[in-house]
């Protein structure tokens, strides 16, 4: 059982991206970092970044929520830990914070236990996430094709060409996982499914081969955009506006309310500018974030001797 003390990082993640509703997932190089101590007789948690007026720093905390889970899987209580939690994750903003948090709490309780718990962290996070793909591109890093299959959760991870560069338009609009999902309808067309399935299969594809101009049409969705668009003032004119400049796919981020688009790395700043002058055209609160794809996922360094190093 680990004594000393432990150094977690986790990537941010994009989901669905467009067509790949619950499905597809996407490493990006914004990493929350976890500092955890084994040497203390109670839980302590301190928390910086986005939303520390309000992310809870007791056992209620997300991060420490995931550790325990984690830790009874594994068939043992978890100890006392105090967590250093540094997170520039937006939150609520459809950038995988849940996922990263959850990630980086399970791989706590994997070390902190000392076993090798190996997939069986995706399957948990899974079920505390209720959808996987976030999680698995915290976990993995990468390009992530995720599937449900018998109760079980099966991954697999692409390299995306490494000259992609994801440029963020982040609102100042909170749109709650539960709420964005809620106004989906229960029943689609056959013609829906079959016009994302075909998209989705086109994302492996274009990504393996490095098919860029295909990921245009991959990217384009009748499962959930339509439904969603309506939180974000602006929302066709931002994705016509990056295809403008030079995208190779926009789409909105998870749930939303950020509005990512993949391009070449010299075409970065000319669409990140392009979604920026449409956003203030349409008065919406924002930042903006240029970001390289992640291709490593959960990062861990331990120092085995504890306090008295």
């Given at each position: 059982m680990h004594q000393g003390r432990v150094h977690i990082t986790v990537p941010a993640s994009t989901s669905n991206l467009?067509?790949?509703?619950?499905?597809?997932?996407?490493?990006?190089?914004?990493r929350?970092?976890?500092?955890?101590?084994?040497?203390?007789?109670?839980?302590?948690?301190?928390?910086?970044?986005?939303?520390?007026?309000?992310?809870?720093?007791?056992?209620?905390?997300?991060?420490?929520?995931?550790?325990?889970?984690?830790?009874?899987?594994?068939?043992?209580?978890?100890?006392?830990?105090?967590?250093?939690?540094?997170?520039?994750?937006?939150?609520?903003?459809g950038l995988g914070s849940s996922g990263a948090a959850i990630a980086?709490?399970?791989?706590?309780?994997?070390?902190?236990?000392?076993h090798s718990a190996g997939d069986l962290l995706l399957q948990w996070g899974t079920e505390l996430e209720g959808h996987p793909e976030?999680?698995?591109?915290?976990?993995?890093?990468?390009?992530?094709?995720?599937?449900?299959?018998?109760?079980?959760?099966?991954?697999?991870?692409?390299?995306?060409?490494?000259?992609?560069?994801?440029?963020?338009?982040?609102p100042e609009v909170v749109i709650p996982t539960e709420e964005a999902r809620r106004i989906l309808p229960e029943?689609?067309?056959?013609?829906?499914?079959?016009?994302?399935?075909?998209?989705?299969?086109?994302?492996?594809?274009?990504?393996?081969?490095?098919?860029?101009?295909?990921l245009r049409a991959a990217s384009e969705d009748r499962l959930h955009q339509p439904y969603r668009k309506r939180f974000i003032p602006g929302f066709d004119a931002l994705i016509e506006a990056a295809y403008n400049a030079g995208a190779s796919a926009a789409f909105l981020s998870g749930s939303g309310s950020t509005i990512l688009a993949l391009c070449g790395r010299e075409s970065a700043e000319a669409v990140q500018s392009?979604?920026?002058?449409?956003?203030?055209?349409?008065?919406?609160?924002?930042?903006?974030?240029?970001?390289?794809?992640?291709?490593?996922?959960a990062q861990v360094s331990v120092n085995e001797c504890g306090s008295e190093c």
């Open positions: 467009g067509s790949g509703f619950d499905t597809l997932g996407l490493a990006l190089s914004l929350m970092s976890v500092a955890a101590d084994f040497n203390t007789d109670a839980v302590r948690i301190r928390y910086s970044g986005e939303g520390a007026a309000r992310i809870p720093t007791d056992e209620r905390n997300l991060v420490y929520r995931s550790y325990a889970y984690g830790c009874q899987q594994l068939g043992q209580e978890p100890r006392p830990v105090a967590l250093d939690i540094r997170n520039p994750i937006p939150l609520e903003r980086a709490g399970l791989v706590l309780a994997d070390v902190a236990c000392s976030n999680v698995s591109s915290s976990l993995n890093g990468g390009f992530t094709i995720n599937c449900l299959h018998g109760g079980r959760v099966i991954s697999v991870k692409i390299e995306p060409p490494p000259d992609l560069r994801a440029v963020a338009l982040i029943q689609i067309p056959r013609q829906a499914a079959i016009f994302n399935m075909q998209r989705v299969a086109l994302w492996t594809v274009a990504l393996q081969k490095g098919e860029l101009p295909l392009a979604m920026a002058g449409v956003a203030s055209g349409h008065e919406l609160v924002f930042q903006t974030r240029i970001l390289e794809l992640e291709s490593k996922g």
